[in-house]
């Protein structure tokens, strides 16, 4: 299902050659700005709205599938209805994203890493279907260009498709469930020794809410909460007050993920595709896919690494700790809403880790400064560079951008106790990715035009 919340927006803007043929290149810019704007205030609209998680990411997937059957039958794009399908897509692809996340980050790490995982795979696999296309129907030319298009809007439906079946599945499975049941079905309410208590069961998760005294669930100690219920029957004020308190517990996640795709931003694909070939006989549009497609290769193979460390630990292995924190190591919180008394419980979770990936993701912006050299050698012709350093740098930036990106959305929701806390976390986290998204993205568009005015 993770694959399929990248999918489409992955074909369609890989598809912006062919629309420019009729359109003109302005084109790109109307559907970029159509599906971010639909996708920020549907983003914006499930903090403040709770939906069904399975209705939600079964109606988001067959919000982004209509327009791509529409669009693989569709002779002749119109502005008009790109832009529509741009803000079909990006409406598509908010519900999906508040509710999978959240239902993941109640699962278990390993599923929004596989999660995260499915995202980067989205992106590898339209770049390897580009790399088809241009070598069996050619790159260019106004045949060649809509056989490709055809064939990624196919294929993009026929994945969502397959992401509807495999919601349907997960549901019957109990992947969507958020019932509230008896702690132990043969015992009465107030008897045994969790009497009174209640239990949240999702997949195998166990986590306790609503109980008297601290208690131990696996390797998670959770204690007296707000219930689940009641967080999505406040007001506006009172739900702010909320999701400010809930922000201060995952600051780190969330500037984390905001400087991570903020970087990647700034220099994917724009300087990314102002470097040109010196040592290989590709030409420049042979060789940008090339560049792409090892980004979308190297990123995925840093989201795949952090479920590889949660196997790993999970079998009893010590050593991906290095890698990945334990809760054990951090420390609770208590933080209380501003004027309502309100506690909202969560853990100092790893803070000597997580600082080390926050730093690693500010650092990241040393890239710019590379990719802007490599570029610059590459538009001034007869810089001193090899290929091989163009190719090792996107390995570095891309895996780097992976592992970040996937650490900082698992661990951020396990910061905060309670399913609907949890989602509201989800929702932050989401919100700062579409930020760093949007600015990175801003950023690199004007660093693009400053290098393509010099050369």
């Not at 599945?169 to 107030?190: A, P, Y």
């Not at 007050?241 to 694909?269: E, G, N």
């Not at 991906?320 to 853990?347: A, D, H, S």
């Amino acid at each position: 299902m993770g694959i399929g919340i990248l999918f489409p927006w992955n074909a369609l803007i890989t598809s912006t050659a062919y629309f420019q043929l009729f359109l003109g290149s302005g084109i790109t810019f109307v559907i970029s700005n159509a599906y971010t704007m639909s996708l920020f205030l549907t983003l914006l609209a499930t903090c403040f709205k709770k939906f069904d998680g399975y209705l939600t990411v079964q109606v988001g997937y067959t919000v982004m599938l209509v327009p791509l059957l529409l669009l693989t039958f569709m002779h002749t794009p119109t502005a008009s209805r790109l832009t529509v399908i741009g803000c079909a897509v990006g409406i598509g692809d908010g519900l999906v994203q508040s509710s999978l996340f959240t239902v993941a980050s109640n699962c278990g790490g390993k599923y929004t890493s596989a999660v995260m995982f499915g995202n980067g795979m989205s992106g590898l696999s339209v770049s390897i279907l580009k790399i088809l296309c241009m070598a069996v129907v050619g790159g260019s030319g106004l045949g060649g260009e809509e056989t490709s298009a055809r064939v990624y809007f196919g294929v993009s439906s026929c994945v969502l498709c397959c992401c509807c079946v495999s919601a349907e599945l997960g549901r019957r499975k109990g992947l969507f469930r958020t019932d509230i049941k008896d702690d132990d079905d043969e015992e009465e309410d107030g008897g045994g020794e969790g009497g009174g208590s209640r239990v949240i069961e999702m997949v195998g998760l166990r986590t306790r809410d609503d109980v008297d005294d601290p208690v131990d669930v696996g390797n998670v100690q959770v204690v007296a909460g707000q219930r689940e219920e009641d967080y999505h029957s406040r007001g506006f004020i009172a739900q702010f007050r909320i999701y400010w308190s809930i922000l201060k517990i995952i600051m780190l996640p969330l500037l984390t993920v905001f400087f991570t795709f903020f970087v990647t931003l700034a220099v994917f694909p724009g300087l990314v595709s102002l470097i040109e070939p010196h040592n290989v006989s590709f030409n420049r549009e042979w060789y940008s896919v090339l560049l792409v497609t090892a980004f979308n290769l190297f990123d995925c193979v840093g989201r795949g690494g952090v479920s590889y460390f949660l196997v790993k630990i999970e079998e009893g292995d010590a050593w991906p700790n290095n890698f990945l924190p334990q809760i054990e190591e951090g420390m609770r919180i208590v933080e209380e809403t501003e004027g309502g008394g309100e506690e909202i419980q969560g853990f100092n979770y790893a803070p000597d880790f997580l600082r080390k990936v926050s730093s690693i993701a500010i650092g990241r912006t040393v890239f710019i400064l590379v990719f802007g050299m490599l570029a610059g050698g590459g538009g001034g012709g007869g810089g001193s560079y090899h290929d091989f350093y163009s190719f090792t740098a996107v390995a570095f930036m891309a895996t780097s951008n992976g592992w970040t990106a996937t650490v900082s959305m698992m661990v951020g929701p396990r910061m905060i106790e309670g399913i609907k806390a949890k989602e509201k976390a989800n929702n932050i986290l989401l919100l700062g990715l579409f930020a760093g998204l949007a600015v990175g993205s801003s950023f690199g568009t004007f660093v693009e035009e400053v290098f393509l005015e010099e050369t």
